[in-house]
């Protein structure tokens, strides 16, 4: 059955068009455009970096290794699709063509739609310290905290002094 998100992407519109709020305006796009396709996300179980095997886990979400895709080859179980990284950044998307001989690529549809629908584009920085472009919304400050508007997580303020050595030569 096709996730929720798949049968009314206004579930995941930005209000205003072209910029992202919670939600990303790149990603909506995208989705609509391949909208008649049969669209699967996929996570790659292998670190592009060390070349370990990963699991897909929410909280050390890579987002190097989530493709989004528009086909699957039936005969092989090649994939037909694009980086979701690419997908947000905007611009001209390519699709490529991913071999999943070897079932590096496991199908990750629904659990990533749901965190997806739940936490908008904090799923791609958790951990709340990164960058999010037009994020201009994304918290209510008081004193002491702040709430995330997007998904609702809160971060407590912890000032701390720095003191720095200086060498001056006089
Ligand atoms: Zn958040």
Not at 67 to 72: E, L, N, P, S, T
Request: hydrophobic fraction near 30%; include cysteine; proline fraction near 1%.
């Amino acid at each position: 059955m096709k996730h929720k998100i798949l049968n009314d992407l206004t579930l995941i519109k930005p209000k205003i068009k072209g910029e992202s709020d919670k939600y990303s305006w790149n990603f909506f796009k995208h989705l609509n455009k391949i909208k008649d396709k049969e669209i699967k996300i996929y996570y790659h179980t292998r670190s592009y970096i060390s070349g370990e095997p990963i699991t897909f886990n929410e909280n050390e979400f890579l987002i190097g290794n989530v493709i989004v895709v528009r086909g699957v080859i039936k005969s092989n179980g090649g994939l037909i699709g694009c980086a979701l990284s690419n997908v947000l950044r905007g611009g001209k998307i390519e699709d490529y063509w991913y071999s999943n001989i070897h079932n590096d690529f496991y199908e990750i549809t629904d659990e990533f739609f749901n965190l997806y629908l739940e936490k908008g584009r904090c799923l791609f920085d958790a951990n709340h310290n990164g960058w999010l472009a037009h994020d201009d919304d994304r918290f209510t400050t008081y004193d002491k905290y702040r709430i995330c508007n997007y998904c609702g997580k809160r971060q407590n303020k912890k000032v701390e002094k720095v003191c720095e050595e200086v060498t001056n030569w006089i």
